[in-house]
């Protein structure tokens, strides 16, 4: 079954520190994977994707993710932690008919 | 530009009552989608419009939950009678292509609360 997974249910650093959000997946085909973030009450929101083309994508405020076709992951990853960076993390993959297949999502922790 | 509306923005009900939730897209986009998010928990798809029509509704309840999308814009989801096992968070999203591959980014809007007692 084509699926992602995250296998950290939470990732605790300090600020100031890099961060990584791990992600790998399960799919068959091209593998067109997401990642979102949610803050506490509000909806999710785009950080990136992955579709084709040069394997280190950039996104929204300093996130990037590298996609690594061997090791089959995805992970989302910041040089330098910020404590408004502490929000649950979900990774996906574009399955059929545009059908988002979520991870559980991985929720970070920034302490000052 | 303005982003995914959403409302209410929470909604406290009594079991057996009615509710219905409010999206609108952003402007331009084709592709609609409902889902239902639980604590802690990633999003589920309850139906996927493309423009008006309902192009995925295989995890929609169509026996106490119902969708329309007249005009191929707005769009409203309704709950009919609502259970306590439907208090959760329902999302909408809209992403702007139609078909094909989901390489599409979908955008989401703040979601509603939902508390049924």
């Known amino acids: 079954a084509q699926s992602v997974a995250q296998p950290e249910d939470q990732v605790n650093v300090a600020e100031g520190n890099p961060l990584t959000v791990k992600c790998t997946y399960s799919v068959s085909g091209n593998p067109y994977l997401f990642w979102y973030v949610q803050y506490p009450n509000r909806g999710l929101q785009f950080l990136l994707k992955?579709?084709?083309?040069d394997n280190l994508v950039k996104g929204s405020y300093g996130f990037e993710a590298e996609f690594n076709k061997s090791q089959t992951s995805f992970h989302l990853k910041k040089p330098s932690a910020l404590v408004s960076d502490s929000a649950l993390y979900f990774c996906?993959?574009?399955?059929?008919?545009?059908?988002?297949?979520w991870g559980l999502g991985t929720s970070l922790a920034v302490n000052p | 530009e303005a982003g995914v509306v959403q409302s209410p923005r929470y909604k406290i009900i009594e079991k057996k009552q009615p509710v219905a939730f409010w999206c609108n897209p952003i402007s331009g986009h084709n592709t609609l989608y409902w889902y239902l998010q639980n604590l802690g928990q990633g999003p589920e798809l309850l139906i996927r419009y493309e423009n008006e029509e309902a192009v995925d509704d295989s995890q929609l309840p169509k026996d106490r939950f119902s969708a329309e999308r007249l005009k191929g814009v707005d769009s409203t989801l309704k709950i009919q009678p609502a259970e306590l096992g439907d208090s959760a968070v329902y999302l909408c999203?809209?992403?702007?292509?139609?078909?094909?591959?989901?390489?599409?980014?979908?955008?989401f809007g703040p979601g509603t609360r939902l508390t049924v007692l």
């Open positions: 996906a993959y574009a399955g059929n008919n545009r059908k988002l297949i």
């Open positions: 999203a809209s992403s702007l292509g139609l078909g094909g591959l989901g390489t599409d980014t979908q955008y």
């Open positions: 992955y579709i084709t083309g």
